[in-house]
């Protein structure tokens, strides 16, 4: 039997795009029942990008698979009613709720802890005030693109990664847990806020990098795919991969410098500039002049001589790899390995037909929690509707008739 840690616990969900879904599929990996509560016509992520060619979203079906969905008309008092019903029915360990909603009054924490006093209430904000934001415009409001890219080129870069989101997130599934301890201990619940630009303001914060810019040096200036403070960076190979080589440690940039056969040419460079490269701030000073000396080994090389050649030798590194070979490599060590080997694994859905996801990254004992499964659409109506509220057959043909719920 697959261990659920978190089994007992039920969360109910009303969200969109990353932030919340990603913090309730985390909490669904690790056990905990989580009940979707859906706008009857799916919400404003229902058909995101990416999607198959039946126009199928992706996106939303991997964010939110393992839990369970319910199909409400929320623009319906009656809907209203029963979604207020749903998040604050009965249970030791119930009474849990996660959104990001704006203008839906009726969802409030007033109006909900009305109706069930030790709810534990995460809502999850654009920013501190109650207004607007995503990823997008908090990245941008934080100063990070401006530090991002090739410092030949003006202007802010932005990342493809919803970072801040994903932080949001975790921060989110801890908020939970956080208020389930505090109930446990006292009885009471909580109403926990969490802003993204809250997210990443504090995030850039505590790395120290706005406490750098009171420095004499001032502003960071951007530095393409060098590491900050250190020395990384690509390398081209000669059939045209690229590899990133690291060598943040003393014994790192020995090795990287020995199993490249430099030894001799460094050490008279360092005699030649009177520094000493075993200092990791010597060796991001002259990060341009060691990156050209360490290019033409890399350009004269393939990318598999090359992994013959670093692989034991104490080098950091790795192969850039693109989208579809992850998918590829995955899609292939499924035929060998055991299901549930790695955090990566196949899962088959109607809808979506075979779908690459990933586990909770938290192995217990030692291994990586199995439990998964596609959610449909609004497929859990009318079993949750009579699992937790108790309405019987009669009831729910005439909310579907009325069409307060679609399943």
Known sequence: MALKPLAGITVFENDSFVAGPSSCLGLA?????????????????????????????????TLNRSKRSVAIDLRSE????????????????????????????????????????????????????????????????????????????????????????????????????????????????????????????????NLGWYTETLQPAGERAKHGNHIFGSFGSDFATSDGRYVM?????????????????????????????????????????YRETLEALLKPWFAARTAAQITADLEGSGVLWAPYASLGEVAQDTLAAAQDVPAGAGVLRTLESEALGTMLVGASPIRVNGEYLAEDSPTVFGSATEAVLTERLGLGSAEIGRLHDEGIIAS
């Open 245 to 285: 080589i690291t060598a943040i440690t003393k014994r790192q940039w020995g090795n990287l410098v020995k199993v490249t056969g430099l030894t001799e040419v460094v050490s008279a460079l360092e005699t030649a500039l009177g520094t000493d490269f075993a200092l990791e701030t010597n060796r991001y000073t």
């Open 78 to 205: 009656a809907g209203q009613e029963l979604a207020q019903a749903l998040i604050t029915s009965p249970g030791e360990d119930a009474g849990i709720f996660v959104e990001n909603n704006v203008g839906r009054p009726f969802l409030s924490d007033e109006v909900l802890r009305g109706k069930r006093a030790d709810l534990i209430h995460v809502k999850v904000q654009g920013s501190a005030d109650g207004g607007p934001g995503v990823d997008y415009t908090v990245n941008a409001e934080a100063g990070i693109p401006l530090i991002t890219g090739s410092a030949e080129v003006d202007g802010p870069a932005n990342h493809a990664l919803p970072a801040w989101d994903l932080l949001c997130g975790q921060a989110a599934a801890t908020a939970v847990l956080t208020g389930l301890l505090h109930r446990r201990s006292t009885g009471e619940g909580l109403y926990e806020e969490i802003a993204l630009k809250d997210i990443a303001l504090a995030a850039v914060a």
């Open 29 to 61: 990996q690790l056990g905990a029942e989580v009940i979707k509560i859906d706008p009857i016509k799916g919400g404003p992520d229902i058909d995101r990008w990416p999607i198959t060619p039946e126009g199928r979203s992706i996106y939303w079906g």
